[in-house]
């Protein structure tokens, strides 16, 4: 896990300047982020037309507030957490809702037979996260996917970065309980992962 | 110092986590193979276009000085709006002179003085 460096938030301040003076310059962010939000949507929802509909109305959020943006030194993905979180609640209280199954993507141009053993594993890691209590896997998503710092997590979600090591402690200590140790690492090479 | 202390310095440092307890490395070692696992998810190159489409189409609900552009009505508009200006402040010198000539003190020229 790589929390973001000064440097690269430099660099993403300056993406979102540009972005600001020119909306074609937005497209990068959109690339690095969108796999991020989709995921984090789709993991807190188990519905992949949810996923696909709040993840694009993050982006058209994003998009109308790019204007009056205002960058505090943290993530640009730490905003559209909160936005995609926040759209997710919204539609939650609807009524009507359903929630599915967990159902994973397909790893795209992964060759089954080779990598069976690491996907068969990738996969019951990402429905254990999915099945997680709400909040510890809001925290696990931001934190192991998002790459967020508890401050940055506890912004997202409200609560207290004491209440984030807490969620975080319960959620890994569930799983760990849940999975077992990881798959060793010469059975995952051997398998192409 | 509680076990979630332990356990979050050791998410944020592998020097921590080299030298932690069995218990925490273990939950450390999940903690990455979630990341590694999370990481996969990505979205087809079809899916990510059509959601940013989607997204655009969004935010196109246009303004009305957009949609006056689109239009190409917005340069009419403003010759309208400026014919308008034209010609109420002339209206207004018009009826400045008049109350002016109402007012104002035959010249003794015009007397044939």
Known sequence: MAHRTPAELEAERLEILAAQRD???????????????HAYVYTLTHDMEQANDVTAATFAKAIEELPRFEWRGVPYSAWLYRVAGNLVSREHRRPGWIELEPRMLPDAGADPSLHAEANDRADSVRAAVAALPHDQRQAILLRFRGDLRNREIAEVMGRSEGAVKLLTFRALTALRQRLGAPLPAERLSRSGS | MTAEDRLDEALSSDIV???????????????????????????????????????????????INERLRAFGLDRRVQAI???????????????????GRRHAPTSPAALGV
């Open chain 1, 23 to 37: 909306r074609a310059a937005f497209a990068p962010l959109y690339e690095r982020y969108v796999d991020q939000i």
């Open chain 2, 81 to 99: 709006a400026g014919g308008a200006v034209v010609t109420c402040a002339a209206a207004a010198v018009s009826v400045a002179i008049a109350k």
């Open chain 2, 17 to 63: 986590a080299f030298a932690a307890s069995s218990e925490v490395r273990a939950l450390v070692d999940t903690g990455d193979e979630i990341g590694d696992a999370l990481s996969t998810w990505s979205l087809d190159a079809a899916t990510r276009t059509r959601l940013f489409a989607d997204a655009l189409a969004m935010t196109s609900a246009p303004s």
